[in-house]
């Protein structure tokens, strides 16, 4: 009996050890859809030696709703939104990242060391940065298209034609902005006029698209789509006639970062990663893959050079103020939640 005891607890104990040097040769990603080369993922496997494993999502809610139904301990990091890091935080699935964890901290570009969302980048590092607005189609429209009423009060030509991001930060944050209300408004009739305006604006719409944003300007089932500036200047670079709008209204300004996410099955692994993305030579080449702005020192001499006079990328003088998504407190939230859960019927 002793005998076997023993052998059983060898077994056991040579069971753990083959599962924890498995464990450390994996990373588990929970990530936005075509915002990552897989080259790049290649190649951390190459140096590291770790096998990267990826899941999608295409909206910061989906994400979130992810996590909080179970997938909590599934991944490693995952790539939320400035104004998500907050809400993760507070509602306790990020992990923290003790000083001196990461090699290559000091490589963050100094505006993006220290934000309003994640002070002293204690759950995240920055991954990229841009703006949400709209694209429209030149070929179909050629009125002026620096005006939310695109997208909430179009013309007779763009009707029936718009995709709207499937995300309600985007989506509201915009809709403020059409009307030049605050964000998160406790005020009955201004939450009684958004929701107003968003129901009948929604008769106007073809279709809530995130994953597909660019590929319908692309093939020309959608005449406007609301779109991040990198997947804009994607289409056009994919041979759309389209153009970016800057609404004197004002559009939405966003930063994404990298979390480590509580109860992380490969955490050493996660940092590996997130110190890997702080190398200027590799978060250069997702802004050369996915269009956008990299909050690192030391990119520019790897970055394509067509990126520094992108359209979408370069506000005109006359352009409304880039404005972030606010997090609301859970009552007012409750209000927008409806709103949008009215708006997606």
Not at 36 to 55: C, H, N, R, S, W
Not at 210 to 222: F, N, P, Y
Not at 282 to 302: P, Q, T
């Amino acid at each position: 009996m002793k005998q076997m005891l023993k052998t059983g607890v060898a077994a056991l104990a040579l069971s753990i050890a083959a599962n924890a040097a498995a464990a450390e040769g994996k990373l588990v990603i929970y990530h936005w859809f075509e915002y990552m080369p897989q080259e790049l993922l290649d190649k951390f496997t190459a140096e590291t030696g770790i096998e990267v494993t990826m899941d999608t999502y295409d909206s910061n809610e989906a994400m979130l709703a992810s996590l909080k139904a179970g997938a909590i301990g599934t991944y490693d990091v995952a790539v939320p939104g400035d104004y998500m890091v907050t809400i993760m935080a507070g509602e306790g699935l990020l992990d923290t990242i003790a000083e001196g964890e990461l090699q290559n901290k000091g490589n963050i570009a100094p505006e993006w060391a220290d934000p309003s969302f994640d002070p002293g980048r204690k759950h995240s590092i920055p991954y990229q940065w841009g703006s949400t607005s709209f694209s429209v189609n030149r070929d179909v429209y050629q009125g002026d298209i620096n005006t939310t009423d695109i997208l909430f009060n179009p013309p007779a030509e763009l009707s029936g034609k718009i995709n709207m991001l499937d995300s309600q930060g985007e989506v509201t944050a915009m809709a403020s902005l059409h009307l030049g209300m605050e964000q998160c408004s406790t005020d009955r009739e201004k939450l009684k006029a958004l929701n107003a305006m968003l129901q009948e604006a929604k008769g106007h719409w073809a279709s809530f698209n995130s994953d597909t944003a660019k590929e319908v300007l692309v093939s020309g089932d959608a005449a406007v789509g609301q779109i991040y500036d990198g997947f804009g200047a994607k289409a056009r670079e994919e041979g759309a006639n389209v153009e970016y709008a800057f609404p004197t209204q004002g559009y939405v300004v966003w930063m994404d970062n990298v979390v480590l996410l509580k109860d992380a099955p490969n955490r050493d692994n996660a940092l590996k990663f997130l110190d890997f993305l702080l190398e200027p030579e590799n978060i250069a080449a997702v802004s050369n893959f996915a269009r956008y702005g990299a909050g690192v020192k030391g990119v520019s001499e790897f970055l394509d050079p067509a990126l520094a006079t992108l359209p979408e990328a370069n506000p005109p003088a006359d352009a409304g103020a880039g404005v972030f998504i606010e997090v609301c407190d859970e009552q007012t939230q409750a209000v927008y939640d409806q709103i949008w859960t009215n708006l997606k019927k």
